[in-house]
């Protein structure tokens, strides 16, 4: 009985093909969910959705919507890095002076390894703390809050080009007892450049759908075009999601014994927009978390509205009768002449 079931072990691990999976498709299989939804949480609503979306009959109309959505994909020009530092101190004086003193030595280290960036301090709030101090009297006792030291806290700003000097700055960090990362920023400083190259892609597009209308029986030179558009800018701080990883305890294990629950670390990663939906995506093989940029526009083509036809002109009217006149001769006969045209 153990070999066969040696053998069917065998034949079920030879069907499942090699794949790299984290911990955070444990919590996918827990849910049973896709891997794909995990960070919203939605279920199958999503799923759900695109089929309910594929199963809807089209709807034909003479009037056409055109929707287009662009994304560029782009690694930051320039980083800033915020760490938090507090330092107490038993004066303000040797707060202040310790804090001078850790800033320092960061920059020291920093430049001694070659760094070329810019530091700058962002003061938060310079606070005295206080303690309770009890004066005993003959009937009474009495409580005092007394300042015993002062608190001072300042954000310590880092600027650089390089991502590889981030290793740089956080050693000298940790090396200094700043370990308090409060975020790193991201910028692009050719923004226009980035939003121009999407409205070409976009115009392209446009193009592409114009000649396939056309293709189609539509002149689009009797369409009245209706146009909105916008633009946006994502970074990567903004698209880290988070799970916990889940591990199994077998039945027998929990039977034999008392088993300790460890509280599971949060664990973080980065989920950029997805492209499903997108008709242009630049740079869409990704390695790092990158600055997303976006522009999206709508073409509505109407029908232009029918001129009014031109009234025929009417008929002449009628000449009017030309004046007669009657002249009774005196013998007794009456002749009838026309009048002359004036």
């Known amino acids: 009985m153990k070999t066969i079931l040696c053998i069917c072990f065998l034949a079920v691990c030879s069907a499942i093909p090699a794949q790299h999976l984290g911990n955070f498709n444990n919590q996918a299989v827990q849910m049973d969910i896709s891997r794909a939804n995990i960070a919203t949480s939605m279920g199958n609503g999503h799923i759900n959705q695109q089929k309910r979306h594929h199963s809807q009959p089209l709807q034909p109309s003479n009037v056409l919507t055109l929707n287009l959505k662009s994304l560029y994909n782009i690694e930051a020009t320039d980083y800033t890095a915020v760490f938090n530092i507090n330092q107490v101190g038993a004066s303000a004086q040797e707060a202040t002076d310790l804090m001078n003193q850790k800033v320092d030595a960061i920059k020291a280290a920093l430049k001694q390894d070659g760094f070329t960036g810019q530091f700058s301090m962002d003061m938060i709030s310079f606070v005295p703390q206080y303690e309770i101090e009890v004066t005993k009297k003959l009937f009474s006792k009495t409580y005092t809050e007394v300042p015993v030291g002062f608190e001072l806290q300042q954000n310590l700003l880092i600027s650089y080009k390089n991502d590889d000097d981030f290793q740089k700055i956080l050693t000298a960090c940790a090396n200094n007892e700043v370990y308090n990362l409060v975020k790193v920023d991201y910028y692009v400083n050719n923004l226009d450049e980035i939003y121009k190259k999407l409205q070409e892609k976009l115009l392209e597009e446009v193009s592409a759908k114009k000649n396939y209308y056309e293709a189609l029986g ?43 629950r460890v509280k599971k670390p949060t664990s973080y990663y980065y989920d950029p927009i997805s ?67 004036s």
């Open 218 to 260: 539509f002149d689009m030179s009797t369409y009245d075009v209706f146009m909105a558009d916008k633009k946006y800018y994502h970074v990567p701080k903004d698209y880290y999601r988070s799970y916990q990883a889940a591990e199994n305890v077998s039945v027998e294990a929990a039977q034999k014994k008392k088993v300790t």
């Open 275 to 341: 492209y499903d939906g997108y008709d242009v995506v630049v740079n869409a093989g990704i390695s790092k978390p990158v600055i997303q940029l976006g522009m999206d526009l709508s073409l509505r083509y109407q029908p232009k509205p029918e001129k009014p036809k031109e009234p025929k002109p009417a008929p002449p009217a009628p000449a009017p009768p030309k004046p007669k006149v009657y002249v009774i001769s005196p013998d007794g006969p009456v002749h009838i002449k026309q009048m002359p045209d």
